[in-house]
């Protein structure tokens, strides 16, 4: 070779995390690197991402680690990466528990679609960085944050320790959860900054407008029979939210858990774990007969219940 620099390409077929299985068709991904120091190079999405605005600040003149170094920065400004990140992008590993390997694991999984669709986001992620170091497309932007919104963080993160047991390696997941709130809190408009238990809710995140009574409303205390539920939270980001509907021997039947690790001690009752932070969790709850319970909601680790109520349906 006649540079130590190399434009590097690797094509093939991917685990999606959110999916849990390989992906139905191979995909192509690339990197600028230097090869003076490198005996290997791991290709992944943000070195695919910044490869265009290292090319376009080439051609301005700048020499390649100060373009590197540059696109790097520009990328983890738009990802809402606050802390540095020393380690070139690819030298990434998300099988190495570190923050900055954490920060491509997230980004990985938020982009994840079907092969098509991610190609097609690549591309257009790609093309608007590569200008000015910035990605100006709200609409794409929205369509990452949507997708953040919908994901059950603890399902990802057994899908990736499951797929690296099959493989035969045990390894320590980083901290993904965290650089995904990151990424929401610097794009999403949204934003709760208290829990929040709204009089009405859907059951289930696929009817937004089928809305019923809130178990977790803390205004009501008595239901009426025949009786359909919903059970549903938002907690801030960085948050954590356990529920428990404690009663004795209750005739009741619950589905659909959404955003919420269910454990289940029917009939005596339930405890719902968050599993997503500033959106909608939900679920279906239907009592069948006269009973009563207690509801303790333990808001952000607390020891004791923050709130508790006493609740009958009749």
Known sequence: MNSNYALITANGFYFSE?????????????????????????????????????????SDGMSFQAANAQAKAEFLTFLGVSGAVDSEFEDLDISV??????????????????????????A????????????????LINSVVDRIKNYNFADIRDNIEERYSELGQSVIIPNFEH???????????????????PAMAPPVQNYPNSLLLNLLDPAVTEYEL???????????????LT???????????????????????????FT?????QNALMTMLLNFWDVGSGTIEYYEDDAVSPTYTKEITWN
Do not use: C
Not at 33 to 46: A, F, H, K, Q
Not at 99 to 116: G, H, K, M
Not at 243 to 269: C, L, M, Q, R, V
């Open 18 to 58: 959110t999916y849990g299985a390989l992906s139905m068709a191979p995909i192509t991904l690339q990197a600028f690197t230097d090869l003076t120091d490198n005996e290997s190079v791991n290709v992944n999405v943000m070195t695919h991402i910044i490869k265009g605005r290292i090319e376009n600040l080439l």
């Open 97 to 122: 528990n570190t923050d900055e390997n954490a920060i491509l694991l997230a980004f990985s999984i938020a982009l994840q679609r079907n092969t098509a669709a991610l190609t097609e986001l690549l």
């Open 124 to 139: 257009h992620l790609s093309n608007d960085f590569a200008p000015d170091g910035e990605i100006n497309d709200q609409g």
């Open 179 to 197: 650089y995904l709130n990151e990424f929401r809190e610097q794009w999403d408009p949204n934003i709760v900054t208290s829990f929040q238990y």
């Open 226 to 240: 025949p009786n359909a539920n919903s059970v549903a939270a938002i907690t801030p980001f960085n948050k954590n």
């Open 243 to 269: 529920i428990k509907f404690i009663t004795n021997n209750a005739n009741y039947s619950t589905s659909g858990p959404d955003g919420w690790e269910f454990i289940n001690n029917h009939p005596n009752g």
């Open 272 to 276: 719902l774990i968050a599993q997503k």
